[in-house]
């Protein structure tokens, strides 16, 4: 790995002691305050699993607090192409750092989403991986489309609109986080619905800030003022909740509205 990443250049990543400029925030352009830096190799597993999942990589990654909008952000991927992420981050070793990805957390969720969805409801998965999720819709009998740039059989956006779009744990890996809303709300049907999750600031910083994970692809943590900036529309946020589905975080479509809340946030991009 880390003969790998020696070809990137060592200051991928603005050093704190650089100007301002070098961090501003990629949601507000506001300037973000050196918040933490730590090698390349830190994953979120590391928390859970007590113990380093990778070996050091002896590459430094910094994050910054946003002043204007508390997004926690590194500019370290700015200039990354797919292909980099491909080989770096979302290769062979990724489970290691996201053992949820095998399939466990598109359990809970698609269980969830199969309990409240209705039956005319067109759905698209942004993000979708390897497809777990709409290939359980499909067999329940949804119109139901995937898009993942990082999979072969999901990498075309589909030409059409959905009545809801789901975008689990994409956020947090984006470098230009303002492209998302455009193309999320390209993609909506008027008046559908966006069920988004990603973590929010004040569970991403807990236990040693576990979230901000550079081999995860962790781009940022997002607080609400940040989430609401990208999605003005944006209902029902659960900041507690992470995973759609676990234990007393199902969707309760009767009481929020003709589809479903979300672990953070729903709603049209912009307005109802
Ligand atoms: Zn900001």
């Given at each position: 790995m880390a003969q790998n990443l020696?070809?990137?250049?060592?200051?991928?990543s603005p050093a704190p002691h650089r100007g301002k400029g070098d961090c501003l925030c990629p949601v507000c352009g506001m300037p973000g305050l050196h918040y933490l830096s730590c090698d390349f190799s830190k994953s979120c597993n590391d928390a859970f699993a007590g113990e380093a999942q990778f070996p050091q990589a002896d590459i430094p990654v910094h994050y910054w607090r946003c002043i204007g909008c508390s997004y926690l952000f590194t500019r370290f991927f700015d200039h990354w192409t797919p292909e980099d992420y491909a080989r770096?981050?979302?290769?062979?070793?990724?489970l290691r750092a996201d053992p949820p990805a095998d399939g466990s957390r598109c359990r809970a969720l698609s269980d969830a989403l199969l309990n409240c969805l209705p039956r005319d409801c067109s759905f698209l998965?942004?993000?979708?991986?390897?497809g777990y999720v709409v290939e359980r819709l499909r067999r329940a009998g949804y119109d139901a489309e995937g898009y993942d740039p990082y999979f072969g059989d999901w990498a075309d956006v589909p030409e059409r609109r959905f009545d809801c779009i789901l975008c689990v744990e994409v956020l947090e890996h984006l470098a230009e986080p303002l492209a998302l809303p455009p193309i999320l709300e390209r993609l909506l049907k008027p008046g559908g619905t966006i069920i988004l999750t990603t973590l929010l600031t004040d569970y991403a910083t807990q236990s040693n800030n576990w979230y901000l994970s550079p081999r995860n692809g962790h781009v940022g943590a997002h607080s609400e003022k940040s989430l609401a900036m990208l999605f003005p529309g944006i209902r029902h946020v659960s900041p507690a909740t992470h995973t759609i589905g676990d234990n007393n975080n199902a969707l309760d479509i009767d009481r929020l509205g003709r589809l479903v809340t979300t672990a953070v946030g729903t709603g049209p991009c912009h307005g109802q």
């Amino acid at each position: 790995m880390a003969q790998n990443l020696a070809q990137f250049p060592r200051d991928y990543s603005p050093a704190p002691h650089r100007g301002k400029g070098d961090c501003l925030c990629p949601v507000c352009g506001m300037p973000g305050l050196h918040y933490l830096s730590c090698d390349f190799s830190k994953s979120c597993n590391d928390a859970f699993a007590g113990e380093a999942q990778f070996p050091q990589a002896d590459i430094p990654v910094h994050y910054w607090r946003c002043i204007g909008c508390s997004y926690l952000f590194t500019r370290f991927f700015d200039h990354w192409t797919p292909e980099d992420y491909a080989r770096h981050i979302y290769n062979e070793a990724y489970l290691r750092a996201d053992p949820p990805a095998d399939g466990s957390r598109c359990r809970a969720l698609s269980d969830a989403l199969l309990n409240c969805l209705p039956r005319d409801c067109s759905f698209l998965d942004y993000g979708c991986g390897e497809g777990y999720v709409v290939e359980r819709l499909r067999r329940a009998g949804y119109d139901a489309e995937g898009y993942d740039p990082y999979f072969g059989d999901w990498a075309d956006v589909p030409e059409r609109r959905f009545d809801c779009i789901l975008c689990v744990e994409v956020l947090e890996h984006l470098a230009e986080p303002l492209a998302l809303p455009p193309i999320l709300e390209r993609l909506l049907k008027p008046g559908g619905t966006i069920i988004l999750t990603t973590l929010l600031t004040d569970y991403a910083t807990q236990s040693n800030n576990w979230y901000l994970s550079p081999r995860n692809g962790h781009v940022g943590a997002h607080s609400e003022k940040s989430l609401a900036m990208l999605f003005p529309g944006i209902r029902h946020v659960s900041p507690a909740t992470h995973t759609i589905g676990d234990n007393n975080n199902a969707l309760d479509i009767d009481r929020l509205g003709r589809l479903v809340t979300t672990a953070v946030g729903t709603g049209p991009c912009h307005g109802q």
